[in-house]
């Protein structure tokens, strides 16, 4: 009996991509072995946090690194470490920032539910900009000058979220907030692969990157990497650790954190409630590890095969078609476009409802569904799963 079925939880078949709700991505066996040797050991977890922020800093180029509970855990620490600095009375009053520089700028059309880890740092969100092509009512998005009009002395952070198609550019709009002496974090959560990109925002810039670790990387579900700044890295950390110590037993790693520019031992603090275990922090290094290994046109050659496989069994469907999408791009995932037709006997979201309630259950990717399509991601997609998604597929048709 495996553990899930001493559990009671039925095992889905998940071919809508390493999305958290539906746990996270596969891990492989070398993954599954590094966290089993960490957690038959004790060690003093700032000196592996540092070991693993040198690793993260080679990886992304950044000064420094850091290990959270994800990337919206990740999010959190830059944000207070952009209010709070390096001073441990203000990182003590954290999510209470009155007199401190409290507001965090956003280009509006980027609001998004995971920037509610930006507010529980206790800033005020400033949104800017007006984004008419959302609207179909024009077809700008957020200006740089609107941008900037919102950063004032008030200002702790700007907040980006990444994305192909993001505007303003990041490159300007770190121009502008560097301009007011302003940081800037990057949420880059979902921006992999390219494998490039671990480094491409802190090129253009930013101060503070997080990625999940449970997405492309293949680490532990809850996991992410911050990068970024080495003052601000120190802050995150002094924000993150326990500090259940005696002052005069505290021996911080000094590239971690440099003891000479703090007045005093921090307490724990509003990073606190997303600790990091020793096994999670191991398991994310091999995973980087791996991920680097492997490039991206590998990568994408393996995906591409299980999504060819899986197209192939799905010709000759009544009123359903299969097409590869992202088969010529190595940066991107390939998928199955399952396009429903319009004289279908049922919709695409219908069949998505029925594939979920299949079993065992497939979960496909709905975004696409109001246009009359479903994705089939084969990022966590086990060898013998790529057949029982097809076979699925046909069954819930018919
Ligand atoms: C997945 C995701 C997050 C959250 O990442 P976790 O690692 O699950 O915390 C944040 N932002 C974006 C854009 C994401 O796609």
Redo the contacts with the bound molecule.
């Keep these: 009996m495996n553990i899930y079925e001493e559990l009671g939880v039925p095992v889905i078949i998940n071919a809508k991509g390493p999305a958290?709700r539906l746990s996270?991505a596969l891990m492989v066996p070398e993954v599954v072995q590094a966290m089993a040797e960490a957690a038959e050991h004790c060690v003093d977890i700032a000196g592996l946090q540092a070991a693993a922020g040198r690793r993260i800093a080679g990886a992304t180029g950044a000064e420094a690194g850091y290990v959270t509970?994800?990337?919206?855990?990740?999010?959190l620490l830059a944000t207070a470490a952009c209010v709070a600095r390096l001073d441990p009375a203000r990182m003590a009053r954290l999510p209470h920032t009155s007199g401190m520089a409290r507001e965090v700028v956003m280009v509006r059309s980027q609001r998004?539910f995971?920037d509610h880890?930006v507010r529980t740092a206790g800033i005020r969100l400033v949104e800017a900009g007006l984004p008419d092509r959302y609207a179909g009512a024009g077809v700008r998005d957020v200006q740089v000058w609107e941008l900037e009009e919102a950063i004032s002395t008030k200002t702790a952070a700007v907040f980006y979220?990444a994305?192909r198609f993001a505007q303003p550019p990041l490159s300007d709009v770190v121009r502008v907030a560097h301009a007011a002496g302003v940081p800037v974090i990057v949420?880059a959560?979902?921006q992999l692969p390219p494998a490039s990109n671990l480094k491409r925002f802190i090129t253009q810039g930013a101060d503070l990157v997080?990625f999940?670790?449970?997405?492309a990387i293949g680490g532990p579900q809850a996991?992410?990497i911050l990068a970024g700044r080495r003052d601000l890295i120190m802050s995150a950390a002094c924000q993150h650790l326990d500090f259940d110590i005696l002052e005069e037993q505290w021996q911080p790693p000094e590239d971690l954190i440099d003891r000479s520019r703090l007045k005093g031992v921090p307490r724990s603090g509003i990073g606190r409630p997303c600790k990091v275990g020793r096994e999670d922090i191991a398991g994310l290094m091999k995973a980087l590890e791996l991920f680097l290994a492997e490039s991206d046109e590998a990568r994408h050659a393996r995906w591409l095969e299980a999504v060819r496989a899986i197209a192939t069994d799905l010709e000759g469907l009544n009123g359903v078609s299969a097409r590869i999408s992202g088969a010529e791009d190595v940066s991107a995932v390939p998928t199955v476009e399952l396009k429903i037709s319009p004289s279908a006997s049922l919709g695409a979201l219908e069949l998505a409802i029925r594939l979920q309630n299949a079993d065992p259950s497939v979960h496909v990717d709905p975004t696409c569904s109001d246009r009359g399509s479903l994705h089939i991601n084969p990022m966590c997609l086990t060898a013998d799963q790529a057949p029982q998604v097809a076979a699925a597929v046909r069954s819930a048709l018919q």
Excluded at 69 to 75: D, I, Q, Y
Excluded at 212 to 215: A, I, R, V, W, Y
């Design positions: 958290t996270g509970s994800g990337a919206a855990a990740g999010l998004n995971y880890a979220v994305d949420d959560a979902a997080a999940s670790g449970g997405k996991t992410g």
